[in-house]
């Protein structure tokens, strides 16, 4: 008998029509609310592990070219630039100490 009201009436077809934009509108309200919860619990992973570790990693880049470029300095100029190479390699292990205190806290002991 509810059939036949949908069937047969202009004010049924409206009505259920309205009825599945509701339901799909909840529908899709309940995924976009599971997917930000999601994208926050990605986003706490990102800030607390992933991302320090990547800048103490950039850190370690940079302090290896300075370390480099005062090395080749050092080697070229019979050591009169020993003092600027030392404060880098000191600045390099600085760096490495800090990436691997980072890693281990993480978990990560590879």
């Not at 309205?18 to 976009?32: E, N, Q, R, T, Y």
């Not at 570790?53 to 300095?73: C, I, K, L, W």
């Amino acid at each position: 008998m509810p059939f036949d009201l949908v069937r047969n009436s202009v004010r049924g077809k409206l009505l259920a029509s309205f009825a599945v934009l509701i339901a799909l509108l909840a529908g899709v309200a309940a995924v976009s609310a599971s997917s930000m919860g999601s994208l926050g619990s990605s986003h706490a992973l990102l800030s607390k592990s992933v991302l320090p570790r990547v800048n103490a990693a950039a850190g370690v880049r940079a302090a290896a070219s300075d370390m480099h470029f005062s090395q080749t300095e050092y080697a070229l100029d019979q050591g009169a630039s020993r003092k600027n190479y030392e404060a880098d390699r000191a600045a390099f292990g600085e760096a490495m100490r800090r990436l691997r205190s980072v890693t281990h806290a993480a978990g990560d002991m590879r």
